[in-house]
């Protein structure tokens, strides 16, 4: 099983969006875990709604916590997750129907690779990534949040509370460090809204 773990600040005009692209996708062993964390835009009722309407709300969880930043709210979802995989989501992103099948086979077939990455658009702008190299890892953040971990390799310290930007980075070159690398999906997978807010 897929635990989708997705921090949530003030994104309740957006997350709708997120939701539906995953009740949408091909593979449905999943579970979401959605960690409000402190919202104040009315996301308590827009989730209301939405699980009203839903056809899956048994599998969605939702989490209430003050406001602690990104990395806290993932680390809360990740203590309830039940999944042998982890991927954390932003509230602003909209899965291919696909994403979550294709990424798993790749995992699949590439035993070795502690984590499957894709190409994505922010907006209109596409990031059209490539298979990964630790040395351009290094060098510059070019792995998104949202790729496929498995839960094995998720570090013992979980993501690092203190940091504020450019936390995914700091988690894959955790990873690197423990001897665990990726693979690439040559192919768009997600989108993101630009404007959004996890922090």
């Known amino acids: 099983m897929i635990s989708i ?3 949530v600040y003030n994104q309740a005009k957006l997350i709708t969006a997120t939701l539906n692209s995953l009740v ?20 308590d009722k827009v989730l209301e709604a939405y699980f009203a309407t839903s056809s899956a709300p048994q599998r969605f969880f939702i989490i209430h916590q003050s406001n602690q ?18 991927l954390f989501c932003d509230a602003d992103a909209v899965f291919h129907p696909q994403a979550l099948e294709i990424m798993l086979q790749t995992l699949t077939q590439n035993q070795n690779a502690a984590y499957a990455y894709s190409s994505f658009k922010w907006g209109r702008k596409l990031f059209k990534l490539w298979s990964f190299d630790a040395d351009r890892l290094r060098q510059a953040p070019y792995i998104h949040t949202m790729s496929l971990l498995r ?3 998720f570090p013992p310290g979980g993501w690092d509370e203190s940091i504020k930007k450019l936390q995914d980075w700091d988690l894959w070159l955790t990873l690197l460090e423990n001897g665990r690398t990726g693979v690439w999906i040559d192919q768009v997978l997600f989108t993101v809204k630009p404007g959004g807010h996890i922090s």
């Open 24 to 43: 949408k996708q091909s593979y449905q062993d999943f579970e979401v875990i959605i960690v409000n964390d402190g919202s104040r835009d009315g996301l």
């Open 69 to 86: 930043g990104a990395p806290a709210a993932r680390n809360r979802g990740f203590k309830e997750a039940r999944g042998e995989y982890l």
């Open 5 to 7: 773990i997705i921090p």
């Open 151 to 153: 839960r094995e390799a």
